[in-house]
T-cell receptor, first 110, second 118 residues
């Protein structure tokens, strides 16, 4: 069973059209949920870490939220430069590994 | 800071050849991770080191893969012999090892090495 599931697989938005990406997880002891952005041909770039249900983090047009079973990455008034693959990962218990989801490919058209 | 450095950025080789990928972590980071990314399987952890010592290699697909970290600023991932199914993008990532802080578990990734085995 997948520990981290991201949806949708792909999302197309018009510039300015706000939406949300979902990351659901099934790990028993969450010790951190991480959001990354990956541009084509590049390595994942760290965006946020969330540790507790109810926690929120913001950066420019992005806001990440966390519940006990899932996290959302809200994108407000996106621009074409927000186009990328967004990955979430979880850290289970007190280990050092991150388990990544398959990602959501976001395309924002002007 | 230069970030995580990987070389080569692209590697094309023929089946059966030895391939060596290289990584220089961010200075001061004492955890180093090797990942493989494919369309089918996404981003998978292969092995990670702490203070140059391999801690968990359970993700290494088979004995053809080996990794070393001879010092704090250099690591290699070797595939011998290489096979077409090894074609993927290989990433190296590093992070601080200081426990107890709120933001010490995020990993910082290099640009990756795109490996093509013909």
């Amino acid at each position: 069973e997948d520990q981290v599931t991201q949806s949708p697989e792909a999302l197309r938005l018009q510039e300015g059209e706000s939406s949300s990406l979902n990351c659901s997880y099934t790990v028993s002891g969450l010790r951190g949920l991480f959001w990354y952005r990956q541009d084509p041909g590049k390595g994942p770039e760290f965006l946020f870490t969330l540790y507790s249900a109810g926690e929120e983090k913001e950066k420019e047009r992005l806001k990440a939220t966390l519940t006990k079973k899932e996290s959302f990455l809200h994108i407000t008034a996106p621009k074409p430069e927000d186009s990328a693959t967004y990955l979430c990962a979880v850290r289970e218990d007190y280990g050092n590994k991150l388990v990544f989801g398959a990602g959501t490919i976001l395309r924002v058209k002007s | 800071d230069a970030g995580v450095i990987q070389s080569p950025r692209h590697e094309v080789t023929e089946m059966g050849q030895e391939v060596t990928l290289r990584c220089k972590p961010i200075s001061g980071h004492d955890y180093l991770f090797w990942y493989r990314q494919t369309m089918m399987r996404g981003l998978e952890l292969l092995i990670y080191f702490n203070n140059n010592v391999p801690i968990d290699d359970s993700g290494m697909p088979e004995d053809r893969f080996s990794a070393k970290m001879p010092n704090a600023s250099f690591s290699t991932l070797k595939i011998q012999p290489s096979e077409p199914r090894d074609s993927a993008v290989y990433f190296c990532a590093s992070r601080f090892g200081l426990a107890g802080g709120p933001y010490v578990y995020e990993q910082f990734f290099g640009p990756g090495t795109r490996l093509t085995v013909l």
